[in-house]
């Protein structure tokens, strides 16, 4: 059975079939929602601005060009958009050390290696929080999100050479940081 792709579905939602946009709903709902609600302190206020995520993705879609950025990255785009207007007008946007990882299972067996894991995912997520805003963003969407570079480049609106120099960058700053955090153990 032919799966089609998200250029094919947003052609047939944007010329009004529902089913479409649904399928591009189902398909994206979940990610979109790990993304918001790594940002976002509460977990029905992180529901509620995934729903309006997907609504403005539905009365915008008229206007999304296939050749200009790929779907996803449009999408994500209008997913921080939204966190970073919610998080500017409630200055509820939850610190990256608590909300970084928060989709993160643990290994399950030996409990010295879970409670090493943890230890180690919290270093990460401090570290994660001393770092600019932009380059937090890149590696949050990069890393966690499991966005493509290109993906990333247009979610920000930024080139793919940019999103390169920021996320090396943000990376080396997170070296250093955890080497600090190493060292002062």
């Known amino acids: 059975m032919h799966r089609p792709s998200d250029a094919e579905l947003v052609r047939l939602a944007q010329g009004g079939d529902a089913d479409a946009a649904g399928e591009l709903y189902d398909r994206h709902q979940s990610r979109i929602f790990r993304y918001v609600r790594a940002r976002i302190y509460d977990n029905q206020i992180a529901q509620d601005l995934t729903g309006d995520v997907f609504l403005k993705m539905v009365s915008n879609l008229h206007g999304y060009q296939n050749g200009e950025a790929p779907f996803t990255a449009w999408l994500y785009r209008i997913a921080h958009n939204h966190v970073t207007n919610h998080g500017q007008k409630q200055a509820r946007i939850r610190p990256a050390q608590e909300t970084a990882f928060a989709n993160h299972e643990p290994q399950r067996g030996d409990p010295a290696m879970i409670v090493e894991e943890e230890a180690q995912l919290q270093q990460l997520a401090e570290a994660l929080e001393h770092l600019e805003e932009t380059q937090r963003e890149v590696l949050i969407l990069r890393f966690l999100s499991g966005l493509s570079?290109?993906?990333?480049?247009?979610?920000?609106?930024?080139?793919?050479?940019?999103?390169k120099s920021i996320q090396f960058r943000g990376l080396k700053s997170m070296r250093g940081l955890l080497r600090q955090v190493v060292h002062y153990e």
């Open 149 to 163: 570079l290109k993906e990333v480049a247009a979610s920000l609106g930024k080139s793919v050479s940019s999103v």
